[in-house]
């Protein structure tokens, strides 16, 4: 491998990283690794950083192996998919040769998937988004539980939901903090200054993007508040992350930007607040955690009528 | 806004009551508006009345805001889905701001994600029926149990179904009695008199949409005791009113009309009563009622094949 | 009727038998009902057998009754999914008219499922396999518990999933027996000598196909073992008929032959082995069994990206 090999071979991996927020920008992926690596460690949990430069590579390797080269490698998007996959395996998982085995495995999976998902898909103007990974580690979370070759450490127990008193710290600060991870959350990280870093990596490629980004997740924590959602997930972000993607998606990448297209991205982006909400009830009883699906949902939902108002112009 | 305008919008709201039973007829609208009301009534529930008129209106708005005028609108297509998420919501929700909120937020939801399922389904020569409306209620009645802005007052709890022993009183008033509200349960109604008055409302537009309506809700409850069901949920009418909606799409709406297309109705109208029970059966440790969910699945099963002697000649 | 007609009559029900694992073979179909008849036997439950071959003479008469001559009915592609049916309600439902009488009802529902499947699913260059088999019969075993007509006598109690040991004989003769279950539960039958004559049943038509299918439950066994999968389940081969399925699918049916195919069908299986695992977690709350889900499921993920090494010519 020559150095002009190596040099595009990186740019590559770090696309797949800025993919997960939609930025093809080797400069915005670095920021959002270092971001991983940052919060990471600040949660003691370094393997989960590990885990993601693993996934993104296996994701990626599954892509050169199977894709031809003129596709959507080089942009980034082999590897988007495998790096969620390394953030979360290590996150609720025990670390076993079995958790790594099933990682690289899974990582390589997601990327065929894609391509198996947007198959059926692209003809309707939508794409998978996310939901390669999240449909994957979902099969593999409730596999770990009936196999003990590796198992889920910190996943949460399967149960019926019970009732929960809401109370929650409504200063500045405390505000500030859960807006922060509620950006941060989307690599699965729980540190305000991560959420800083990854917000500063979304508006090294577009400005744009990280307004939507802010804005997303502060109008996702005010609904969640007012309509008094489950305060601990409120405190660490969980009402956030879904949102802060659909509000790129809807304001930046898919639609056209006019009035008419940013209230229907706000539309969206309330929206998905209600479907995080009722995702986590729907898994409490599996005891599996909702991941990006109710940004994939919501997103696809407000994509297929495709209203004139907000379709991009080709 | 002129009278003529009025006088339009009036019938275009009319029709949207209409469509929930297919019948794009303004009296038939009118007499299911007056069957809700008066059932309300009867059960002390006049909230789930005005909440029909809420949905109705809020989702024939969305139509108007983001659809085109000669599109589905005049024909009450807006309205049917708004319509049932108003009925649904202070049904089963407590009476606040926040049931109200989301009870139009969802209507209005309603409108887009019909569009958004047609434009997938309609290739395959099937509609999205009342889905848009169960699917998006689901996501509603989840959310309400994890936030307190708007609580599941009279939501069943969820919980690993228990056993049951059958017992039910069989005499021919009775059996009358489950027979309307099997009926009048198409719009969450539980009064036999409420019953009557919509399969009147479906007279006025088509008598072969009423027969077939009075035969569906009849053969549902023979299988229902037949099989010896939930005789609680048998004698509340909950075996009968996804059939009925079977029965009128399979019969009057989408098929010709001959012996064979007949027969294969009436298979359809048996299978959504196993596809109703199994549907209680997968909701119940979620806590979610059914809602129109086994005849949108039952009408698409038998649809899809598009066997020559059922298709229509267009 | 007279002999010639009997004679493919006939056929076509042996081709149904044979077409549960893709086997388009009189002999095969032949060899496969004896399996099922021995196997039966041993277990002391007689009435499966029975079952089966009702379940195939529904579908296959379902599939006269609806279908043109000239389409699948003589390769047997209306009734393998009946026989599957009628494997699986003598098996977890007690023997009661009910139990009979919707046995018929679904094996006839699965061959116009299949139709309506594969309208849905051909376009995308994949096919229903065995799905509609396993939809329905998962209504009809949720249905079951709710109607005391046809009960659920042998059906695992709906429970959240408890923890267990790993604790297995791997002596030699042990490891045969699991293998061979592997490839009888295909039919829902637990008897290693059933699996010898169902391989022979496929030997019969293609020793490829055999060769795949013995090869899927040899590395779904080995893939089981190594990260420790509930024992019981091993044991009885329950982590194996998935696979074995998939196998075949992917080595001998859709795929072309050449190296880089047969590691992407051996991926497949390896695959499977999670979602199997998944699965069976997946519907532990609600007391279903897996069915042939995870292969059908594998099987759609494998196929669709279309790569072109393993795309077959035509």
New interface residues.
């Given amino acids: 491998m020559n150095s002009s090999n190596l040099k595009s071979s990186i740019t590559t991996l770090l696309n797949g990283s800025g993919q997960v927020m939609f930025q093809q920008n080797s400069w915005t992926g670095a920021l959002f690794l270092c971001g991983i690596f940052y919060g990471a460690c600040e949660c003691r949990m370094p393997q989960v950083a590990w885990g993601a430069v693993i996934g993104l590579i296996s994701a990626t390797l599954a892509g050169i192996m199977?894709?031809r080269k003129e596709d959507s490698g080089p942009q980034g998007l082999w590897g988007f998919n495998g790096i969620l996959v390394g953030c979360v395996f290590p996150t609720f998982l025990s670390n076993t040769w079995?958790m790594w085995a099933?990682l690289i495995?899974c990582s390589m999976?997601s990327t065929?998937?894609r391509?198996?998902?947007n198959?059926?898909m692209e003809s309707?103007g939508i794409n998978s988004l996310t939901f390669p990974f999240v449909m994957l580690t979902?099969?593999?979370l409730?596999?770990a539980?009936?196999?003990?070759?590796?198992t889920p450490e910190t996943l949460p127990a399967?149960?019926?939901?019970s009732h929960f008193s809401?109370s929650l710290d409504t200063s500045i600060p405390a505000l500030v903090t859960y807006w922060l991870k509620g950006i941060s959350q989307v690599f699965l990280i729980n540190s305000p200054a991560a959420g800083t870093i990854f917000l500063a990596g979304i508006a090294v490629n577009s400005r744009r993007a990280a307004i939507y980004a802010a804005a997303a997740s502060a109008i996702a924590l005010a609904v969640?508040i007012?309509?008094?959602?489950?305060p601990h997930a409120i405190a660490n972000g969980l009402f956030g992350y879904s949102p802060v993607l659909t509000g790129i998606a809807m304001g930046y990448v898919f639609t056209s930007y006019n009035l008419k297209s940013a209230i229907w991205a706000m539309t969206a982006i309330?929206?998905t607040v209600?479907?995080q909400?009722?995702?986590?009830?729907?898994l409490a009883?599996?005891g599996l955690p909702a991941l990006t699906a109710p940004f994939c949902f919501t997103t696809?939902?407000?994509l297929?009528?495709?209203?004139r108002?907000f379709v991009k112009q080709q």
Avoid: C, S
């Avoid at 539980?145 to 590796?150: A, K, L, P, S, V």
């Avoid at 399967?158 to 939901?161: H, I, V």
């Avoid at 007012?226 to 489950?230: G, L």
């Avoid at 909400?277 to 729907?282: C, E, Q, R, Y």
């Fill in positions: 199977t894709e079995g099933t495995f999976l065929w998937t391509t198996a998902m198959r059926v309707r979902w099969i593999f409730l596999a539980r009936t196999m003990h070759g590796f399967p149960e019926l939901k809401f969640a007012a309509f008094q959602a489950d309330i929206a209600f479907v909400a009722a995702t986590n009830m729907l009883p599996l696809w939902l407000f297929l009528p495709g209203y108002f």
